[in-house]
Nanobody, 121 residues
Framework: QVQLVESGGGSVQSGGSLRLSCAAS????????IGWFRQAPGKEREGVSC????????DYADSVKGRFTISLDNIKKMVYLQMNSLQPEDTAVYYC??????????????WGQGTQVTVSS
């Protein structure tokens, strides 16, 4: 199956920016989308953003619209998440995931180890 490795997390002050990267071992034919979800301690998983592998259409959670931007490089097999105007509520472990099948868009079947993002006030 696909291997996913996230990087780019770190600690920033409120209002700062980070860019997360995800390296995929392969984009297997039939993969639908790739994207990011996050989980903070004591919180449920929250989908952040996803992008179609075929046509690069995007979706964003309301909580990050206007602040985060997802992008995809099919040649390099990389997906990125540019995060601007970060706030403490963005603090979480961010995971890169691949949506292979199913009826729910960006419900991921595979994901990586995650990268920690910490935003201080």
């Amino acid at each position: 199956q696909v291997q996913l490795v996230e990087s780019g997390g770190g600690s920033v002050q409120s209002g700062g920016s980070l860019r997360l990267s995800c390296a995929a071992s392969a984009f297997t034919p039939g993969y639908r989308a790739i994207g990011w979800f996050r989980q903070a301690p004591g919180k449920e998983r929250e989908g952040v953003s996803c992008i179609s592998i075929s046509d690069k259409s995007t979706d964003y959670a309301d909580s990050v619209k206007g602040r985060f931007t997802i992008s995809l490089d099919n040649i390099k097999k990389m997906v990125y998440l540019q995060m601007n105007s970060l706030q403490p509520e963005d603090t979480a472990v961010y995971y890169c995931g691949v949506d292979v099948d199913g009826t729910k868009w960006c419900e991921y079947e595979y994901w990586g180890q995650g990268t920690q993002v910490t935003v201080s006030s």
